[in-house]
């Protein structure tokens, strides 16, 4: 492998490769240190972070005659999973998903990609710190035997995208530990910040399943479609990317009715907790019914009341509402309604 690191924060990243020979690898700002991108006889990768700077991204297209309306596309983010075959290039816009562990929700960005005969280049939206799920590809590549070096761009193209859809299978993990957690918190402590969270994942879900569902279609059509920079072969991995694709919207529709299903419980645990408040309200209401009954009868001071002149009248009174309240108790206990 040779290596050739023009810049400590490089920015675009190219690697060229062909079987039986070394891995090419030059990191740098400068576009002019890439020219030109096809050489004869290597499939060459070149992976853009960052693409702030629309000049650079012109100047880089311009060099694979690429037309204006997938440069705007590229610039303009947020754009909906598609492909679009122009004669001399393929344009893909993909949707790279990470998990954020501390406000444990999604980040987006867009991935797009021109597909051309033996070259291939990515935009990636943002400059990456850390890793990003293409560093298993990059990892891959340093194999010269391996089958990524060996079996050219339609494989590169097809390791890319199972990449980023590989990492839907990982927020779909994270999604349902949160919907487990927020599960164990409806059914032992239910309150109003529950429902929010429980909200908050719902619209998070229809979300990331309005973001994934497009893609389906893009997967379709390269396994599909009669392209000349694909295989046959490469169509059979990629028909397994949209089996794929197909397992993730089927889980994503499972969470959401269990995050519905979330909703129905929640109301159902504060309808009960609210029950059993009202129920002991009642009894306790109930209780005081006989007592008050006792306690105004006495508190009438009619002059010819004879246990009103009684010595041991208020204690027999109140001996005669423990007794009520006891025997109420027990005739509770005995219907189950305590």
Known sequence: MTVVSLNPSPLLTVYRFAPEKDLQVIETQAPADIFPLQQPGFVTWLNVDGIENQELVETICSELDIHPLVVEDILHTRQRPKIEPYSTFLFLVLNMFSWDADSRSVDQEQ??????????????????????????????????????????????????????????FTILDKYGEVIEDLEEENLT????????????????????????????????????????????????????????????????????????????????????RLNDVMKVLTIISTLFIPVSFITGLYGMNFVNMPELQWRYGYYVVLGVIGVVLLLMLWYFRRRKWL
């Not at 893009?218 to 490469?234: C, F, G, P, Q």
């Not at 794929?244 to 089927?250: P, T």
Request: aromatic share 10%; hydrophobic share 45%.
């Open 111 to 168: 991935v797009s990609f021109i597909v051309a005969k033996d070259t291939l280049i990515t935009f990636q939206e943002d400059i990456k710190a850390g890793k990003d799920v293409f560093d298993g590809v990059r990892a891959r590549l340093q194999n010269p035997v391996g089958h990524l070096r060996l079996a050219g761009l339609d494989f590169l193209l097809y390791s890319l995208i199972d990449a980023v859809v590989d990492e839907y």
């Open 189 to 272: 402590n239910p309150d109003t910040g529950t429902i929010e969270r429980i909200h908050t994942c719902r619209r998070q879900l229809f979300w990331f399943r309005k973001s994934v569902w497009p893609l389906r279609d893009v997967v379709v059509w390269l396994s599909r479609e009669d392209v000349d920079w694909i295989s046959d072969a490469a169509r059979l991995y990629l028909r397994d990317v949209s089996d794929h694709v197909l397992r993730i919207l089927d889980t994503l529709e499972t969470y959401r009715e269990m995050v519905m299903g979330l909703v129905d419980v929640h109301l159902s645990m504060v309808s009960n």
